[in-house]
């Protein structure tokens, strides 16, 4: 079982910066694709970025493409995603998730469907 927290979360003004961490239990980091995901009030949750299991590709959402960006540290067994020139309308519960550890060293992953973990969410509030 694999157990995700995230961290980095809270307050900040529209223009401003944030960097989520997500930590991850467990021996199979390395081999696991990840994904962070939003969920604002009333609305579905959506694919925001994803890494392949070595970092070696990446997605980003139209919506937060030139403003996001998705690393990780496998060493650490944490991604991130830093977060820049931040909008009211990227307010939302920012969730991190997990594949099952996968031999596609390059492929990433963008459906929530295709995840097998979750984090327990961490609130982005960005005022204007």
């Known amino acids: 079982q694999v157990q995700l927290v995230e961290s980095g979360g809270g307050l900040v003004q529209a223009g401003g910066s944030l960097t989520l961490a997500c930590t991850a239990s467990g021996r199979t980091f390395s081999m696991s694709p990840m994904g962070w995901f939003r969920q604002a009030p009333g609305k579905e949750r959506e694919s925001v970025a994803a890494?392949?299991?070595?970092?070696?590709?990446?997605y980003y959402a139209d919506s937060v493409v030139d403003r996001f960006t998705i690393s990780r540290d496998n060493a650490k067994s944490t991604v991130y995603l830093q977060m820049n020139s931040l909008k009211p309308e990227d307010t939302a519960v920012y969730y991190c998730?997990?594949?099952?550890?996968?031999?596609?060293?390059?492929?990433?992953?963008?459906?929530?469907?295709?995840?097998?973990?979750w984090g327990q969410g961490t609130q982005v509030t960005v005022s204007s």
């Open positions: 890494i392949s299991r070595a970092g070696y590709s990446t």
């Open positions: 998730a997990a594949k099952r550890a996968t031999f596609a060293s390059s492929r990433v992953f963008q459906l929530a469907s295709e995840y097998d973990y």
